[in-house]
């Protein structure tokens, strides 16, 4: 079993603040994948990262694979409250015929106005 | 722009019924999944699914469950009987390159089994 671990698993912060979410593994992936889920809803797509040491910038998230591609982080400067929502990191392992992904468990955000 | 659509939205059904969930893919991807989420947990992959086969299959996906995939549309989760412990959301995604490529989620089926 491939664990991906999410920390912090819930973050609260005001409008304006920013913040890192980190998602940590002893398993290397082929590729890491961010995804954001509203409640009711499946994960939407965010980014996704394949090379070790890749940083991908979206707007005021950045996102980093980490050289080992054992880690990864999702970094927002001045956080606005549309960004409320579950942050899920899903890695994905080559030995895997079909790209099966494994999910961490998530990091609630809220930001409050 | 395209979308994974699933169907139903919910689902209620008795202990021991079979229910069949049902999703259409990206229209020109060729790889199907399914995924789960029990309240409050992770999600969990099922089976993964190429050229009218199983690809992978996790533990949960034991005999009680089954895919198929009648037409050139949909892709369907079959539950022969299930069990209390089967509700959750279910997801299906699908790929249009497999490995690497991005897995685009459909909005889920909320199954509660009584």
């Known amino acids: 079993t491939q664990l991906l671990e999410q920390s912090p698993q819930f973050l609260s912060i005001q409008e304006g603040e920013n913040l890192t979410v980190y998602c940590n593994s002893s398993s290397v992936f082929s590729s890491l994948q961010w995804y954001r889920q509203e409640p009711g809803e499946g994960p939407v797509l965010l980014v996704t990262v394949v090379t070790g040491g890749e940083v991908k910038k979206l707007k005021r998230l950045t996102f980093q694979f980490g050289d080992a591609r054992k880690d990864s982080s999702l970094h927002i400067t001045a956080a606005q409250p549309g960004d409320t929502g579950l942050y899920l990191c899903?890695?994905?392992?080559?030995?895997?015929?079909?790209?099966?992904?494994?999910f961490g468990r998530g990091t609630q955000l809220t930001v409050w106005p | 722009e395209p979308e994974v659509t699933q169907t139903p939205s919910h689902q209620v059904t008795q202990m021991g019924q079979e229910v069949i969930l049902r999703c259409v893919p990206i229209s020109n991807h060729l790889y199907f999944y399914w995924y789960r989420q029990i309240l409050g947990q992770k999600v969990e992959f099922l089976v993964s699914?190429?050229?009218?086969?199983?690809?992978?299959k996790s533990e949960i996906f034991d005999d009680q469950f089954s895919v198929e995939r009648p037409d050139g549309s949909n892709f369907t989760l079959k539950i022969r009987s299930t069990k209390l412990e089967d509700s959750a959301m279910y997801f299906c995604?699908?790929?249009?390159?497999?490995?690497?490529?991005?897995?685009?989620f459909g909005p889920g089926t909320r199954l509660l089994v009584l």
């Open positions: 899903a890695g994905e392992n080559r030995g895997s015929t079909l790209g099966r992904l494994y």
């Open positions: 699914f190429y050229n009218n086969e199983i690809s992978e």
């Open positions: 995604a699908s790929c249009g390159g497999g490995p690497g490529e991005t897995q685009y």
